[in-house]
C-alpha cells in the first residue's frame, strides 16, 4: 500500500489497517508479516539486548516500535529489534503514548524476501542520519549480519564471528553461531 499524498506522522498513528508498515518520506510501505525464522532471530536479538539492559540499568530494549525520524516529508521506522540508551529512555518516557520522537541507539532490520536491497538501504541511511549509532542487518539466508555506523565503512560478521556493541553497547557480546541455530 502506498499513499497519493505525503502522509504526516500523526495520520500515519491513525491507520486502521492490519499488519505492520513503515511511513518513509510520507508514504507508507505495508511490512510482509514475519514468518517463524524471522521472527525468532528477531525474539532471539530482542533477548539479547534486553539481558544486557537489565544488566547494565536504565536502558531499555524495543520490539517492533515505531520511531519517528525524519519530518516534512515524515517518516516513521519499525525495527523488527531495537535498543534506546539510558539518556533517550528518559525521553522516551515522556512521550509513551507517541512514537518514539527519536532514531534508536541500535536498529535492528531482519531482512525479508519483500525488501529490495534499495529500501533497506533507504530505511539504514535514514536512521543513521537520525542517530542511530548503529544499524545492524541480519541476512538469514546468508547467515550474516553487517554492521553499520556513521562514518565507518559496514562490518559483514559471520557465523562463525562473535558481534560486539562497541561504544554503544560496552560489554555486550554475541556469538553469532547461536543467532542462526
Known amino acids: 500500500m502506498t499513499t497519493t499524498k505525503p502522509m504526516t506522522a500523526e495520520q500515519f498513528g491513525e491507520l486502521q489497517e492490519d499488519g505492520r508498515f513503515d511511513?518513509?518520506?510520507?508514504?507508507v510501505y505495508r511490512l510482509s508479516p514475519s514468518k517463524s525464522w524471522h521472527s525468532a532471530v528477531s525474539g532471539r536479538l530482542s533477548g539479547e539486548l534486553y539481558v544486557y539492559a537489565r544488566a547494565h540499568g536504565g536502558a531499555s530494549p524495543t520490539a517492533e516500535g515505531g520511531y519517528l525520524v525524519a519530518h516534512n516529508p515524515d517518516s516513521v521506522l519499525c525495527p523488527d529489534a531495537s535498543y534506546i540508551g539510558a539518556e533517550k529512555k528518559l525521553l522516551a518516557d515522556n512521550h509513551k503514548d507517541e512514537w518514539y520522537p527519536f532514531a534508536p541507539d541500535?536498529?535492528?532490520e531482519v531482512l525479508s524476501p519483500s525488501e529490495?536491497?534499495?529500501?533497506i538501504a533507504r530505511k539504514v541511511d535514514l536512521y543513521l542520519a537520525a542517530g542511530s549509532a548503529q544499524v545492524w542487518l541480519v541476512d538469514m539466508k546468508r547467515e550474516t549480519l553487517t554492521v553499520h555506523a556513521l562514518g565507518a565503512e559496514p562490518r559483514i560478521l559471520t557465523a562463525t564471528d562473535t558481534l560486539n556493541g562497541g561504544r554503544t553497547l560496552p560489554g555486550f557480546t554475541l556469538e553469532l553461531a547461536q543467532l542462526f541455530r
Open 23 to 27: 511511513l518513509i518520506a510520507g508514504e
Open 106 to 108: 541500535i536498529a535492528v
Open 116 to 119: 529490495s536491497r534499495r529500501s
